[in-house]
């Protein structure tokens, strides 16, 4: 992930009305989203993530991409026809508002929870939520000031303090 991207995962909104927690899915070698979804039907957030991004280019058999890694785009792991984690990465050097739109109500379609990966918290489902979300996270004191962000990183815990 570039500094300059504010990532977001979503999750079964079921799984965590069921009582999931975050924390459960942070291991010490990162998130690992898979048991948050279970059986979830993949053709179907296949069939609305098309509509948002065009295609792109993917390093991995078991990812479907959308949009440039550099910029926006949106990642689908699977394996076997399971939904492993779905993320979005959205560009604050050039924020597309529009996206931010459709992410939400693709969220809301799918009954997604759209889920700040930083900060570990959940975000409403709403395009403002998701802006202030954005306007907060370290991407976004990365492209405000890069020199005061990069010397405020915590280089041996690797995080902005």
């Given at each position: 992930m570039a500094v300059w991207q504010f990532k977001i995962s979503l999750l079964?909104?079921?799984?965590?009305?069921?009582?999931?927690?975050?924390?459960?899915?942070v291991g010490a070698d990162g998130w690992h989203m898979s048991p948050a979804w279970g059986a979830s039907d993949f053709e179907s957030i296949q069939r609305r993530i098309d509509g948002i991004l065009p295609p792109g280019q993917s390093w991995s058999e078991s990812l479907l991409h959308w949009g440039s890694y550099e910029t926006d785009d949106i990642q689908?792991?699977?394996?076997?026809?399971?939904?492993?984690?779905?993320?979005?990465?959205?560009?604050?050097r050039r924020p597309n508002?529009?996206?931010f739109g459709l992410v939400v109500a693709a969220a809301e379609d799918l009954h997604l929870a759209l889920v700040d990966m930083a900060r570990k918290?959940?975000?409403?489902?709403?395009?403002?939520?998701?802006?202030?979300?954005?306007?907060?996270?370290?991407?976004?004191?990365?492209?405000?000031d890069p020199i005061s962000f990069l010397t405020s990183v915590d280089w041996e815990r690797g995080q902005a303090t």
């Open positions: 079964p909104q079921q799984w965590l009305d069921a009582g999931g927690a975050l924390d459960a899915l689908l792991f699977s394996e076997s026809s399971l939904v492993e984690s779905l993320c979005v990465r959205f560009d604050l508002l529009a996206l918290q959940v975000v409403p489902r709403d395009v403002q939520a998701l802006l202030r979300a954005a306007a907060a996270s370290g991407a976004a004191s990365y492209v405000k």
